[in-house]
Structure formats: C-alpha cells, structure tokens
C-alpha cells in the first residue's frame, strides 16, 4: 500500500511552525506546546531546510510570514483542527454501560427515572438486565450492578443505596371484605403473597412481630417482588413491600398499608461494581446520578 505520508517533514515541525505562526511568537509558541523556544526555533529552522523555503521574516521582537509561511498556515491550522476534533470525538463517544438490576428496584424505580440520566449524558447507552440473581462479575460482562443482599467480595466495590423495609400491604377491596386487616392475627384469614418459593420474607416478618399460627404453605408463590406485589393490587391477597418502592402505590391508595407503617428490616440494596473498573466513565457518572436522585 503507498505510504500518503512518504515525503511529508515531522509532525512536531509542523505542529511548531502552526503554533509560531498562529500566536505570532516562538516564546507563546513553545508554552502553548510546552517546550522550549529553543526547541521550537530548531524545529521550524529544520523545517525550513527540508522545504527549502524561508518561513518567517524574523524581525526585532516579532514574526511575520512570507508568502510561503501564510501559503502553508491556514492548511495545517485546518489539518490539526481535524485531528483534534477527531481525538475528541473519540475519546467522547457514544459509550455502553451495562447494568445488571433487582427487578423489583428497576421496575419500580430505576426504568420510570432513568430517562432523566439519559437526558443529561446522552453519549452514555444504558443496557439494563433484570434479574432476581446478584451480578457475579467474574462470571458475568456488566459494568455495574444493583444488587440485593449479597456479602462482600475481594475486587468487588459497593456502596449502599437503599434500606430494605418491609410491610403488609393490600388493594383497598381487601379491608371491605368480611374479614378486615386489623391486627397480624387477621393474616391468617387472607392469602399471603411470596416472592421467592423459600417464603423467607414472610417468614422473617412473622418472626419480627412474633406473630405465629400463619399458614405460609398457603399463600401464593411468585418468583420476583414486583409480580407478587401485582397480585397484591390486583386484590389476590397479602404481599410484602419496601416502602420505598412502593410509595406511589401508597400515596395514591392502589395499595394499603393496612396494619401501619412500622416495617421490618431484611437487608439494603447496594450499588456494586469491580475495582478495576472504578473510574470508567460510565460507573462514575451513573454512581453520581443514582447517589443524587436517592438524595444520598
């Protein structure tokens, strides 16, 4: 393949003539490149003898270009002004973040809000997975993870977002019914809604409030919050919410709180992602967003 460069003098010339030529003086000129003026003087002299051409009329205490000078100028000042713009677009361009998400705290929380991030970063593609398994980057390509529960692991960083509290919560039918929700023994004439087939959050719950005689087996199992929740609003039975994700559904009295507000606590949502991956773009400007609208 032809070499397009064969014959063309050093970059660092050229970029030397550019600046001289454009600020009008070696000494500005060598700042701007972060060189020495002598630097910059040996640069454009070399040049000069590779074209063979005076560059510079070089007067007391300034610079003015010959005919060949203001020949070459504009060209290369448009050539580096393309080069870097073409570095900057590179280094700032449309960029994937993958995210790996509790169901529950994306469907409830993050995909109703997340227009907002995209909004303010446009170059930054969120590619969001739900899923009720934590993330495991070592076997797993995400940049980042919303993860629940979990524990610490080496090369792993994570942050808390979120406190997970616990309450009964039911559609409004259920309080009309013929056996209203008064007190935690009242449960055991409804059907409790689970999240997961161990029942380990209704199980907690009723070990908390020391509320026994519930028949756990009973209720209806569901594989992610959100979707017992559903049945919840749905008036299927009893399901357990985190106050936080639930909150519109609360205030606008699709679901109720029937036996108060006072919750359980079962763990925290974190923010998690690997170490090496720390100060990627995307981590940091997600984590800053997320942080922020969490009011953390």
């Known amino acids: 393949m032809q070499d397009k460069t064969n014959g063309l003098p050093s970059l660092n010339a050229l970029r030397a003539f550019e600046a001289a030529a454009r600020l009008g003086s070696f000494t500005l000129a060598a700042k701007e490149l972060s ?7 040996r640069q454009i002299k070399h040049l000069e003898g590779q074209l063979n051409v005076s560059l510079f009329h070089r ?5 003015k270009l010959t005919d060949q000078g203001a020949l070459l100028l504009p060209h290369l000042s ?23 998400v509790h169901p529950t705290f994306a469907i409830r929380w993050l995909i109703p809000r997340l ?40 090369g792993i960083r994570r942050e808390k977002i979120l406190k997970e509290q616990l309450v009964p919560v039911c559609a409004p039918a259920l309080m009309q019914g013929s056996h209203p929700i008064r007190t935690p023994e009242d449960l055991r004439h409804h059907t ?4 997961s087939p161990d029942m380990k959050e209704w199980r907690t719950w009723a070990e908390q409030q020391k509320v026994e005689g519930l028949s756990l ?32 559904e609360l205030d606008s009295g699709r679901l109720l709180a029937p036996l108060g507000l006072a919750p359980i606590r079962t763990g925290n949502y974190y ?8 100060e990627s773009k995307g981590i940091r400007l997600f984590r800053s967003w997320l942080k922020s609208a969490l009011d953390l």
């Open 115 to 154: 227009h907002r991030f995209q909004s303010r970063y446009p170059d930054i593609r969120v590619r969001l997975t739900t899923s009720s398994i934590n993330v495991d980057f070592s076997q797993e390509n995400f940049d980042a993870g919303i993860t629940h529960l979990g524990s610490d692991i080496p």
């Open 78 to 100: 448009q050539a580096f002004g393309i080069m870097t713009r073409a570095v900057e677009k590179l280094k700032n361009q449309d960029q994937d973040f993958s995210l790996k």
């Open 192 to 195: 409790l809604l689970h999240n």
């Open 59 to 63: 007067m007391h205490k300034r610079l």
């Open 271 to 278: 923010f998690s992602w690997p170490s090496v991956n720390g």
């Open 35 to 41: 060189v020495t003026q002598g630097a910059v003087s």
């Open 217 to 248: 087996e009973r209720g209806q199992v569901f594989e992610v919050d959100d979707a017992a929740l559903q049945a919840a609003t749905a008036g299927l039975g009893v399901a357990l919410g985190d106050l936080f994700l639930i909150r519109d």
